[in-house]
């Protein structure tokens, strides 16, 4: 299911690179949502934490991490 959304900035990003990679390989992002909540201080706004995976064309993770995002609420 594809959401759409307006991200108003990036608040924090962590990541560690567990194999390397290389010009020509193929990689593929995959997301999933850790936390949604609406912001206390601007209630048009909320926080989204999401954890990243990143694997290659051999199906070899070589990266994952966080990202936690600002976007626009509008539930």
Request: net charge neutral; no cysteine; glycine share 6%.
């Amino acid at each position: 299911m594809l959401i759409t959304y307006a991200m108003l900035g990036w608040m924090e990003t962590q990541r560690r690179f567990s194999a390397p990679m290389f010009p020509g390989d193929t990689i593929t992002a995959a997301y999933e949502v850790v936390e949604a909540r609406r912001s206390k201080s601007r209630p048009d706004t909320g926080v989204v934490t999401l954890a990243v995976m990143v694997t290659k064309q051999t199906g070899e993770t070589v990266q994952t991490g966080r990202d936690t995002l600002l976007i626009e609420w509008n539930a």
